[in-house]
T-cell receptor, first 114, second 109 residues
Framework: EADIYQTPRYLVIGTGKKITLECSQT?????MYWYQQDPGMELHLIHY???????EKGDLSSESTVSRIRTEHFPLTLESARPSHTSQYLC?????????????FGEGSRLTVL | RKEVEQDPGPFNVPEGATVAFNCTYS??????FFWYRQDCRKEPKLLMS???SGNEDGRFTAQLNRASQYISLLIRDSKLSDSATYLC??????????FGPGTRLSVLP
């Protein structure tokens, strides 16, 4: 079992609210990622981090922001949620070495913005 | 053009059938490749890594052809439990993981 946890699992909020999706891993992995996935659609990388104080934007433009103050924690924040942000957000982590292929995913946070 | 491309399917096959999925990638600098499995409304999980020499894990065989920038996954003796979406993944030369759009498989009784 992967030791990566996301909260909340499900969230329904109104437009304009600020939200933070939490992601924590206890495996000591340097690299962490946020993916966005709509039902039945492909995964899109929105943010990633190589380690503490490192954050990069992914392939899909996102209005969300991330921070990496501690190795184990990689929260994602939306300052003002809109219905277009409705989606599933998946957090993942991996070891730094590229030959280690395994991404460990959390169970996801399903966000609905009304 | 997408960096990793797959036939989205769906592939509907009877139990016991052999099915093959293909995947192409455009970044010739990619070094590592993987197949992930994603069940409906669940997170993706690693199925197997793909090596140049090919590798096999039980009923599953993965092959990599670097010259053609092509990856394949073969599933023999399909089970109902194999029904899922299969994601082809490249590592974009160690920068991050690039996922293909996935191929849906339904194994029918």
């Amino acid at each position: 079992e992967a030791d990566i946890y996301q909260t909340p699992r499900y969230l329904v909020i109104g437009t304009g609210k600020k939200i933070t999706l939490e992601c924590s891993q206890t495996m000591g992995h340097d690299k962490m990622y946020w993916y966005q996935q709509d039902p039945g659609m492909e995964l899109h990388l929105i943010h990633y981090s190589y380690g503490v104080n490192s954050t990069e934007k992914g392939d899909l433009s996102s209005e969300s922001t991330v921070s990496r103050i501690r190795t184990e924690h990689f929260p994602l924040t939306l300052e003002s949620a809109r219905p277009s942000h409705t989606s599933q957000y998946l957090c993942a982590s991996s070891e730094y070495h590229r030959d280690t292929g395994e991404l460990f995913f959390g169970e996801g946070s399903r966000l609905t913005v009304l | 053009r997408k960096e990793v491309e797959q036939d989205p399917g769906p592939f509907n096959v009877p139990e016991g059938a052999t099915v093959a999925f293909n995947c192409t990638y455009s970044n010739s600098a990619s070094q590592s490749f993987f197949w992930y499995r994603q069940d409906c409304r669940k997170e993706p999980k690693l199925l197997m890594s793909v090596y140049s020499s090919g590798n096999e894990d039980g009923r599953f065989t993965a092959q990599l052809n670097r010259a053609s920038q092509y990856i394949s996954l073969l599933i023999r003796d399909s089970k109902l439990s194999d029904s899922a979406t299969y994601l082809c993944v490249s590592d974009n030369y160690g920068q991050n993981f690039v996922f293909g759009p996935g191929t849906r498989l339904s194994v029918l009784p």
